[in-house]
């Protein structure tokens, strides 16, 4: 049946979630443009991820390896802790720790990097984190991750499959024929024949076989009460193992909660230092436009000072000549008188 190709969906889940529907839409139109009904109702069915599972999205899409790296990991802790293999668990677990972490800050680079997503401060990194825990402890979830079309995030309350020990059960002999035993079948016949049906040797050979099989029910008992106290050891043993495994994951977890909170607090306070860097950009561009009006106003007014002064100037030197004419006039005449 046609559909959807997975460059379409590919496209589709890894385009932030305010922008799918309008993507999604204009998908389903090309694919009624091009005659292809089909494909245009299964694009329509295709339903807007959260966020968060468009973070975890983002992953699957551009980082395949990492996202199966996390797949693998997951496998081997599942087998570690149905082996109940301690070191090999405390392994594993430091080491899922830091894939998770690594998967978490690659999301939030990948969002930072594409057109339309959140801000960065914005983003439910700790829902990424409780779903790629989930994708470790359960498949149907790590399946949900590697499709890359996740539309939910996910969680789990614990962590991994419940160990579950394998038992060996003891049985004692039961079956096999027994050591020193009454003989059977002609064996026996012709014990009773050679014996020639004597009591006395008959009644030896009864107890013999009767301590016979005491002495072996003992041991079997012994070495049954040795297993069992054996595997009540090492079930001890496992019991304070798997106590402490718990208690360095619970320390670490709540290490990464307080990192994680720690670093969105640290994204908010750079997307507000952002904001006030830009909002103090767009005062500095309108302070050099205003100095940029002043300065030109400063100069309008130093040229028509100049030409003040210069006409100023001019005036005065009229006056003085006119003075100095009249007074060289007021001579002629006293002059003349």
Known sequence: MPGPSRDLVERLYGTPPDRFVAVRDAAVAEARRAGD????????????????????????????????GLVELAEALRSAQRDLRGPRLRELSAQRRAVVAALVAEARTLATGTEG???????????????LNAALADTEVAAQVRAGRLLRAASYAGFGEVPRPQLRLLTGGAGEPPEGGEPTG???????????????????????????KADRAERAREADRAERAERAKRRRALERELARARADQERAEEELGSATTAERDAADTLTAVE??????????????QEVSRRKLARRTAERAVTAARRHTGEVEGAWETLLAE????????????
Do not use: C, M, Y
């Not at 245009?40 to 990492?66: C, D, F, M």
């Not at 997503?117 to 779903?131: F, M, S």
């Not at 009249?326 to 008188?337: I, L, M, S």
């Open 37 to 68: 009904p089909a494909t245009a109702r299964e694009v329509a069915k295709l339903r807007r991820p959260t966020v968060a599972a468009w973070l975890v999205n983002l992953l699957a899409i551009r980082r395949p390896e990492l996202v199966a």
């Open 275 to 288: 904001a006030e860097l830009a909002e103090v950009e767009r005062r500095r561009a309108a302070a050099e």
């Open 186 to 212: 002609r064996a026996a016949a012709k014990g009773r024949t050679e014996g020639g049906g004597q009591p006395s040797r008959a009644g030896g050979t009864g107890r013999t076989a009767r301590a016979g």
């Open 117 to 131: 997503a959140p801000p960065a401060g914005r983003l439910p990194l700790a829902e990424v984190e409780a779903t």
């Open 326 to 337: 009249e007074g060289t006039a007021g001579t002629d005449d006293d002059t003349a008188d």
